[in-house]
């Protein structure tokens, strides 16, 4: 787990760098970059700084600021990531589904009907997808292929625009069953 991206994110802990997805084996490195840059890991609270933070991460040498950190390229690139946009989902930037007008809330799904929709997260059994409705779907993992997957990672990944087909709804629960085949 090396990447800014294998990590959690705290929304209210007592680090700031705990609203970013730097790994904590990283805080070290990018305490000591934002202070290279004139800044400290409180200042990524601050809206003011954040924006003078953005400016200033576009000038830092990757090669010559990795060295100095003893940390990689890549690494130090997803650091300077992070710090100009601390607390973001990545999930706001994926694309959203293109959606039925006559689809506008969950009482309007009917079984057998075809959508379109985004891949909202993977799971082991299975994967969430949005169509329109106030819930996401579930695509179980037998309903993903006509032939064995060992996981739906095989199939999907978070962001794919899916052809999915309504095969069961719920409506006491507000869970509607899909499928891909």
């Known amino acids: 787990m090396n990447s800014a991206q294998d990590s959690l994110e705290f929304l209210d ?11 904590p084996e990283s805080y070290e490195a990018t305490e000591k970059l934002l202070e290279k840059l004139g800044y400290n890991k409180q200042d ?3 809206k003011e700084k954040l924006k003078e ?3 200033n991460v576009k000038s830092v040498d990757l090669k010559e600021t990795s060295k100095e950190l003893n940390i990689g390229e890549l690494t130090l690139k997803d650091i300077l990531e992070e710090i100009s946009k601390p607390g973001r989902d990545p999930r706001e930037e ?4 293109i959606l039925r007008s006559d689809v506008l809330k969950f009482e309007d799904l009917k079984e057998g009907m075809e959508l379109t929709g985004t891949v909202r997260n993977v799971v082991d059994f299975g994967a969430f997808v949005d169509v329109g409705v106030k819930h996401d779907g579930l695509v179980h993992i037998s309903q993903m292929s006509d032939s064995y997957i060992k996981h739906p990672s095989q199939v999907v990944s978070v962001g794919d625009i899916v052809k999915v087909k309504v095969i069961g ?9 899909l499928s891909m085949k």
């Open 53 to 55: 933070i953005k400016e």
């Open 94 to 97: 994926m694309p959203k589904p």
């Open 169 to 177: 709804i719920d409506m006491e629960k507000q869970k509607v069953s």
């Open 44 to 46: 990524l609270l601050d």
């Open 13 to 23: 802990g007592d680090n700031p760098l705990e609203t970013t997805a730097v790994h």
